[in-house]
């Protein structure tokens, strides 16, 4: 009987490696159909890719992202002039205006990367989510290394504006990269209690007052002393983000939040 048990578990064994093995072969096949049916275009230009590069922008369109690098801001990551030798805190942060404990942006919000983020957000073009949340997976380890990031939040949409729009892009770029990250996604504990007219062409003031009160938690017992990453496609004046971090923070007793968007305006 021993002899017939430990056959049956060496069988056990091997049929589960097979079927894991036919498995990955499977998943290999179907990538690979997808790709020669549907290859890989460059979200800037619409030209093909090559499929086994991992960039996700043509290098001609990779040239004209204006991408954010040291100096800037250690706080809220705002870009200074190259020259600056010795980054410092930056008029807003001295000021003590946001209130998130760090916050970090992949571009600057023009040229090529605000045209795609358009079509990403007002064309519904959700295919662009995958290129974009590529984009995130650097800065998010960095954030993730500097702080204890035990949640993703995407900055959530008001319940009409979601059936406007018929998505969340701030909840497309998340998923995409706590995927990448290995770090769990909240969709449920922020919302957008209140309903706010669009942000474009208002004054700092003017936005502070829009979305003032317009967050509000559902439970805070995921959030006490957690660390959270808040997620976004565009950071402008900080405002909107302010207010979901504040709520996190007052109301859901979060520990940190760290503020992760694809693009930010910055001020020539």
């Known amino acids: 009987m021993p002899a017939n048990s430990a056959n049956l578990r060496r069988a056990t064994a091997h049929i589960k490696e097979w079927t894991h093995r036919f498995s990955e072969l499977v998943t290999s096949l ?117 702080h204890e990031i035990d949640r993703i939040i995407p900055v959530p949409l008001h319940p009409k504006r979601l059936r406007q729009r018929g998505f969340n892009q701030a909840s497309l770029l998340a998923r995409r990269l706590g995927s990448a990250l290995k770090i769990s996604v909240d969709y449920s504990s922020l919302q957008r209690s209140r309903w706010t007219e669009p942000q474009t062409g208002l004054t700092r003031r003017q936005r502070a007052a829009n979305v003032k009160g317009a967050f509000s938690l559902r439970s805070n017992e995921k959030l006490k002393g957690k660390g959270i990453l808040v997620v976004d496609d565009v950071f402008t004046t900080g405002e909107t983000v302010n207010q979901c971090v504040r709520v996190l923070k007052k109301d859901g007793e979060a520990k940190e939040v760290v503020v992760l968007t694809v693009a930010r305006t910055v001020e020539i």
């Open 30 to 146: 179907v990538r690979e159909l997808a790709l020669f049916i549907y290859p890989p275009t460059c979200p800037g230009c619409g030209n093909p890719l090559h499929p086994e590069r991992p960039e996700h922008f043509c290098s001609d369109c990779l040239r004209t992202l204006e991408f954010i690098s040291e100096p800037y801001c250690p706080v809220c990551g705002v870009p200074y002039a190259k020259e600056i030798q010795n980054p410092h805190l930056c008029g807003d942060c001295l000021a003590g205006i946001h209130s998130f404990d760090r916050a970090r942006s992949t571009g600057s919000y023009r040229g090529s990367l605000r045209e795609v983020l358009h079509r990403f957000k007002y064309g519904g073009q959700t295919s662009l989510a995958r290129p974009l949340a590529h984009m995130l997976i650097a800065p998010g380890k960095h954030l993730a290394r500097l």
